[in-house]
């Protein structure tokens, strides 16, 4: 047997060895080339990569020197000085992704010392109780959360991967639809929250647009427009809760939610012999972290405290947007030194020295940290990719092929697919926004020059609706984007499971989004019409897709 899987780790490490020659052979061919769809070879070499190695390290990181070789001209020197300075190094004056870091490797700690004092699982039994279906009910749970932890994409994905991914396992949730759950209630809820940390960035963009079209707006006004109009965010959540109503588990997540449940009859109760204490021992460092996002972030937005007001919490979220990854660090630092004196209170009996009760404390944050350190890697390389994408301009490419190419009844589906597209190759939500937004809302004034302002104002609204949604769905599925790696990483599976598990949800949600969303709302339909097809189609699709379900 050993020599077997010697033999395919051979194979593999083989494969990785050629992909890797002929991604760095290919860029060096293309050097000459005019053409712009260079642009998008390192995101296809790292995805041919990560298909062939099966390593998400491995495929990004050749992406991104293949990015390096193209910027550099093909400079052995120059490409190592691009990758160095220009993709690894930027990342560490970026207080956004240090902060990511920082916040991520803190955050692994503080769930040790939860999952370790033992009320997590006095926790997980309650909200759980007792009957048939815990798979079910521990899935509801997951999403339930989600949308509670609504101010922070990338803090609620890596809360609820990490926090419950024990649980699932005891219950027959596979890993990977954690993370499936985890990321669809992570980037959609905080896309469509009022009150978020995406929100200011929103905002901006959208004053953005309307600046270039030389219109000055209440952007929050706009904001609010279009929340009927995000059709992809709004899907992807309703098909969320309809796989966990209906088991509906497209692809391969059939197999992996069989896999699952079978496990589970086969551990019987010996799973359940982890150490319990008081629910409250965990629901109060969870709190800690859940709140103190939102209450420092009010606190420092805000000129003075009271009165309090929701347009007042809402206002200071914009002007503390530069202290938020401050913010989520300090979070993160508070919520572990309340988890550490609980899991002391909870380990006071078993250990009644005090020095051994502090090394022992340390001892298991800092497992906890080591076990996620790794794969924060996988994090890093992920942005230096992101960096050589940004460098060669891809996004910009792409955007500037819609222009002039669709009538105006479609070009909300088209800005959707657009975003789509920029959003999967360079793995940025944030940066698609960046480019759509300010080109979209001038499109629109251009194209309905002479129009009713009414019919100009509903394609405008489609038109934002359809960058957010657009953005959304890389972060849902793309290899390259943060939020899939994290999700990843804090339920405990591979990148590429998570994205080969996860996309026929992101491309189900995608096309009810299309064809029942922005395609009739271009032609006049009413964006609440839109909203209640889409809805029912999601609703009916298990009974038409019975092979599907896990029965």
């Not at 769930?111 to 279906?133: C, F, K, N, Y």
Request: hydrophobic share 55%; proline share 3%; with cysteine.
């Amino acid at each position: 047997m050993r020599s077997v899987e010697v033999v395919t780790l051979a194979k593999r490490d083989w494969v990785t060895i050629a992909g890797l020659c002929v991604s760095l052979a290919v860029s060096v061919c293309v050097l000459g080339s005019d053409s712009q769809w260079r642009s998008l070879w390192p995101s296809v070499a790292a995805l041919s990569v990560v298909l062939l190695s099966r390593n998400a390290l491995i495929g990004l990181l050749t992406g991104a020197i293949c990015g390096a070789v193209l910027l550099s001209g093909g400079s052995v020197l120059g490409a190592v000085e691009q990758l160095v300075l220009q993709q690894f190094w930027p990342i560490f004056g970026s207080s956004w992704k240090l902060s990511a870091v920082l916040f991520t490797l803190i955050l692994g700690g503080f769930v040790a010392l939860v999952e370790a004092g033992g009320g997590l699982q006095a926790l997980v039994r309650r909200l759980l109780g007792s009957g048939r279906a815990p798979h079910k009910r521990m899935q509801f749970t997951v999403f339930g959360f989600g949308l509670l932890v609504f101010f922070d994409g990338l803090a609620n994905t890596m809360l609820l991967g990490r926090l419950l991914r024990s649980a699932a396992d005891r219950c027959g949730v596979s890993r990977e639809k954690l993370a499936y759950l985890a990321d669809t209630t992570g980037s959609a809820v905080a896309c469509l929250a009022f009150i978020s940390t995406w929100i200011a960035f929103q905002l901006s963009m959208i004053r953005e647009g309307f600046a270039v079209a030389g219109h000055e707006v209440s952007a929050y006004g706009y904001f609010f427009k279009s929340l009927s109009t995000n059709y992809y965010c709004w899907f992807s959540l309703a098909l969320a809760l309809v796989c966990v109503w209906r088991e509906f588990n497209p692809g391969s997540m059939g197999a992996v939610e069989a896999k699952a449940r079978r496990a589970k009859v086969a551990a019987g109760v010996s799973t359940e012999r982890a150490h319990v204490s008081h629910w409250g021992l965990a629901i109060v460092p969870i709190a800690v972290l859940t709140l103190s996002i939102p209450v420092l972030t009010y606190w420092i937005g805000s000129e003075a405290l009271l009165p309090f007001g929701l347009s007042k919490f809402a206002e200071s979220y914009g002007k503390a947007e530069a202290y938020v990854p401050q913010i989520l660090v300090a979070s993160s630092v508070l919520a572990s030194l309340v988890a550490a004196v609980a899991y002391g209170v909870s380990r006071k009996a078993a250990t009644a020295s005090e020095s051994l009760q502090i090394k022992a404390t340390t001892a298991t944050f800092l497992g906890g940290v080591r076990e996620i350190a790794g794969p924060v890697l996988i994090l890093i390389v992920a942005w230096m990719l992101g960096a050589a994408i940004s460098q060669l301009g891809t996004a910009a490419w792409l955007s500037e092929l819609l222009q002039g190419r669709l009538p105006v009844a479609l070009f909300p589906a088209g800005i959707f697919v657009l975003g789509a597209t920029i959003s999967f190759s360079t793995g940025t939500s944030w940066g698609t926004m960046g480019v759509l937004m300010p080109l979209a809302i001038p499109v629109i004034f251009a194209l309905t020059e002479g129009t009713v302002d009414m019919e100009r104002d509903r394609l405008v609204v489609a038109a934002i609706g359809a960058v957010f949604s657009g953005a959304v769905f890389g972060d849902h599925c793309s290899p390259f984007s943060d939020t899939t790696i994290v999700a990843s990483i804090a339920a405990g599976v591979t990148p590429l499971d998570h994205v080969r598990t996860q996309l026929p949800f992101a491309l189900l949600a995608a096309l009810v989004a299309l064809l029942a969303g922005f395609i009739p709302l271009g032609f006049g339909a009413p964006a609440w019409v839109c909203l209640v097809a889409g809805f029912v189609a999601l609703l009916v699709l298990p009974s038409v897709w019975r092979r599907a379900c896990v029965c």
